[in-house]
């Protein structure tokens, strides 16, 4: 059973169940680097700004109305809980978001859980929201979602998001126990594709695993919104919450380092990710290894490469692929912006599950070997397994 936490408690009863931030020393990046100037724009089911956690934090006013649909009206409690994680200032005993300096940018199409068919016909295509924010100075695309299909204008829609300079962060996805399915758009060239991590370091037995995961962070027993009344919190697993860290944790890095481009944030993340295997040999399950931005922040001369170089190069070119080095997509002719809801599975909405009770298996016996590594200051053991050629 979950447990409903009131966010008109004592902050540190919803706070203090926000293991990670002191996992990745959050008050010591804090010192450093809080997100301020940087925005991110959140693609979800909206989000709410007047939580007493948003207030002030969401530029609603941003979004150009051709995409703008009911942006800043969450249909599900997701997009909110997202945006909390990235940004809350933590007040009225709300969320405390690991970049609390940053701004959200909402944006709302349709997804698992919308089920009023005039809404999802009125929701913003998906290809043209990222177009919209491409065009945008918003520097970093979170997006907690996904599903089975490959759509050629979303496709496209990334490419042009890629060309314009934007850091783009997606879910993996929650299906490892069913079909595994390959999600998109996290597996589209140039998005990151985030794998979700338990306190130990250990890969969720849900998080979706292939050779488009590149990176992990904590995203099991966290608190989220219960629903759309924005009355409690409830604890919850999915590669959604380690999505709305890992972008998070980019815009503390840009915020400090604003003269990077998204592909030097990126490629600190991936070197001081931590992993026991070689960084050019990356794990199906956790990729490049656990985020770690505190240990870019404290080297105020780290050296992130240059600023042209692709840290995702060899994936981008290569593609997904499944275990036979064949290409696992399923790809859809039509161009419209679909209802993520899909046989597939849908990271949106199952990314926010209040019932993690049956997530007690902490290693996947894949025969794959453990060690004890360091996220921010506590030990985390990880497991891996080598990818594909």
Same mark, same amino acid.
């Given at each position: 059973?979950?447990?409903?936490?009131?966010?008109?408690?004592?902050?540190?009863?919803? +706070?203090?169940?926000?293991?990670?931030?002191?996992?990745?020393?959050?008050?010591?990046?804090?010192?450093?680097?809080?997100?301020?100037?940087?925005?991110?724009?959140?693609?979800?089911?909206?989000?709410?700004?007047?939580?007493? #956690?948003?207030?002030? +934090?969401?530029?609603?006013?941003?979004?150009?109305?051709?995409?703008?649909?009911?942006?800043?009206?969450?249909?599900?409690?997701?997009?909110?809980?997202?945006?909390?994680?990235?940004?809350?200032?933590?007040?009225?005993?709300?969320?405390?978001?690991?970049?609390? $300096?940053?701004?959200?940018?909402?944006?709302?199409?349709?997804?698992?859980?919308?089920?009023?068919?005039?809404?999802?016909?009125?929701?913003?295509?998906? &290809?043209?929201?990222?177009?919209?924010?491409?065009? #945008?100075?918003?520097?970093?695309?979170?997006?907690?979602?996904?599903?089975?299909?490959?759509?050629?204008?979303?496709?496209?829609?990334?490419?042009?998001?890629? #060309?314009?300079?934007?850091?783009?962060?997606?879910?993996?996805?929650?299906?490892?126990?069913?079909?595994?399915?390959? $999600?998109?758009?996290?597996?589209?060239?140039?998005?990151?594709?985030?794998?979700?991590?338990?306190?130990?370091?250990?890969?969720?037995?849900?998080?979706?695993?292939?050779?488009?995961?590149?990176?992990?962070?904590?995203?099991?027993?966290?608190?989220?919104?219960?629903?759309?009344?924005?009355?409690?919190?409830?604890?919850?697993?999915?590669?959604?919450?380690?999505?709305?860290?890992?972008?998070?944790? &980019?815009?503390?890095?840009?915020?400090?380092?604003?003269?990077?481009?998204?592909?030097?944030?990126?490629?600190?993340?991936?070197?001081?990710?931590?992993?026991?295997?070689?960084?050019?040999?990356?794990?199906?399950?956790?990729?490049?290894?656990?985020?770690?931005?505190?240990?870019?922040?404290?080297?105020?001369?780290?050296?992130?490469?240059?600023?042209?170089?692709?840290?995702?190069?060899?994936?981008?070119?290569?593609?997904?692929?499944?275990?036979?080095?064949? !290409?696992?997509?399923?790809?859809?002719?039509?161009?419209?912006?679909?209802?993520?809801?899909?046989?597939?599975?849908?990271?949106?909405?199952?990314?926010? !599950?209040?019932?993690?009770?049956?997530?007690?298996?902490?290693?996947?016996?894949?025969?794959?070997?453990?060690?004890?590594?360091?996220?921010?200051?506590?030990?985390?053991?990880?497991?891996?397994?080598?990818?594909?050629?």
């Amino acid at each position: 059973m979950s447990a409903g936490l009131t966010p008109s408690a004592a902050a540190a009863d919803v +706070q203090s169940q926000q293991w990670y931030l002191s996992a990745m020393k959050a008050e010591e990046m804090w010192k450093v680097s809080t997100g301020k100037g940087i925005k991110v724009a959140v693609v979800d089911t909206g989000v709410n700004p007047n939580t007493p #956690s948003l207030k002030g +934090q969401v530029l609603g006013d941003e979004v150009p109305k051709a995409v703008g649909y009911k942006a800043t009206e969450d249909y599900l409690g997701h997009g909110t809980s997202m945006a909390e994680i990235i940004a809350g200032s933590g007040a009225g005993g709300g969320l405390k978001g690991i970049a609390p $300096g940053a701004k959200i940018v909402p944006y709302r199409i349709s997804l698992k859980g919308l089920k009023s068919k005039s809404e999802r016909e009125k929701a913003p295509n998906e &290809a043209a929201v990222i177009r919209a924010i491409a065009d #945008s100075d918003a520097k970093i695309i979170s997006m907690s979602y996904g599903g089975s299909l490959d759509f050629p204008d979303v496709r496209a829609a990334f490419k042009y998001a890629n #060309s314009k300079g934007k850091l783009m962060i997606a879910a993996t996805g929650n299906d490892a126990e069913g079909k595994n399915f390959t $999600g998109y758009p996290a597996s589209y060239p140039y998005v990151v594709g985030v794998a979700a991590a338990d306190k130990s370091g250990t890969v969720g037995k849900f998080s979706t695993n292939g050779n488009y995961v590149d990176l992990a962070s904590p995203g099991l027993d966290t608190p989220t919104w219960c629903d759309n009344t924005f009355r409690s919190y409830c604890l919850g697993e999915g590669t959604s919450m380690a999505t709305a860290i890992a972008s998070a944790s &980019a815009a503390l890095i840009w915020s400090n380092h604003p003269d990077w481009t998204a592909n030097q944030v990126l490629a600190s993340l991936i070197d001081t990710a931590g992993r026991d295997w070689a960084k050019d040999d990356p794990s199906t399950y956790l990729g490049y290894g656990l985020i770690r931005p505190r240990k870019v922040l404290e080297n105020s001369d780290f050296n992130p490469g240059s600023a042209q170089t692709d840290p995702l190069a060899k994936e981008n070119a290569a593609g997904v692929t499944d275990d036979t080095g064949g !290409s696992p997509s399923t790809s859809a002719s039509a161009s419209s912006q679909p209802e993520k809801d899909t046989s597939g599975g849908q990271t949106s909405a199952a990314g926010s !599950s209040a019932d993690s009770s049956d997530n007690t298996t902490l290693w996947v016996a894949l025969g794959a070997a453990a060690a004890v590594l360091l996220l921010g200051g506590g030990a985390f053991a990880v497991i891996r397994s080598r990818r594909g050629a």
